[in-house]
């Protein structure tokens, strides 16, 4: 079974930046789409950035176009999501996931994603 592992989260000020990293192993990434999700206090889970297996395709939600922005090395097994000018409603918990599941209408949909990351917490506060 593929596994994640979430790093780079941290607490900042409004309009800074973080760079998070989601790292797998036993399995290569190389096969999978890679989601970005997030959940604030007492919220419910939601997307946040996905990405194709070969990078090609790219998704943002809208609250996160132009300030973030996810990629991946797949040499390096890893995906990136970075995170600038950042508000305080980005406060989260910020989760990556992984689907082997691509031939869909939307690609970032939290039920398509199997694997997922046990989360790292990023607040934004002044």
């Known amino acids: 079974q593929l596994q994640l592992v979430e790093s780079g989260g941290g607490v900042v000020q409004p309009g800074g930046s973080l760079r998070l990293s989601c790292i797998a192993s036993?399995?290569?990434?190389?096969?999978?789409?890679i989601g970005w999700f997030r959940r604030a206090p007492g919220k419910e889970r939601e997307e946040v950035s996905c990405i194709s297996s070969s990078g090609t395709k790219i998704i943002y939600t809208d609250s996160v176009k132009g300030r973030f922005t996810i990629s991946r090395d797949n040499a390096k097994n890893t995906v990136y999501l970075q995170m600038n000018s950042l508000k305080p409603e980005d406060t989260a918990v910020y989760y990556c996931?992984?689907?082997?599941?691509?031939?869909?209408?939307?690609?970032?949909?939290?039920?398509?994603?199997?694997?997922w990351g046990q989360g790292t917490q990023v607040t934004v506060s002044s």
């Open positions: 036993r399995f290569s990434l190389d096969a999978y789409a």
């Open positions: 996931a992984a689907t082997r599941v691509e031939r869909v209408q939307n690609l970032c949909v939290v039920g398509l994603f199997g694997s």
